[in-house]
């Protein structure tokens, strides 16, 4: 019976370089492998954990005439109230 061949589901040469370097590495016994797969890992890695996300603070739809204040970090809308101050907990009276 003939062995099927699967492509790499995701990541292309790397990935695959990757996987032949762990399975060699720690199956075969290679230390060499080892590196390269481990090597490329950490790489993969540093990358997914490196890369910029983006972060939506706020999304509210603006009416004409309104505008948005940006003060101390928070965005609010022009008409709208006030955040509470002091933060997330409620001080005990």
């Not at 080892?34 to 009416?63: C, D, H, M, N, Q």
């Not at 505008?67 to 409620?90: E, F, H």
């Amino acid at each position: 019976m003939a062995r099927r061949r699967t492509p790499a589901t995701r990541g292309g040469l790397l990935r695959s370089a990757e996987r032949l370097g762990i399975n060699r590495g720690l199956f075969g016994g290679s230390r060499g492998w080892l590196y390269v797969g481990t090597g490329l890992w950490t790489l993969r890695t540093v990358r997914r954990l490196a890369e910029r996300k983006p972060e939506i603070l706020i999304s509210e739809e603006l009416k004409p005439g309104q505008r948005i204040v940006i003060a101390n970090g928070r965005a609010t809308l022009d008409d709208a109230p006030p955040p509470p101050a002091g933060g997330r907990r409620r001080r005990r009276s």
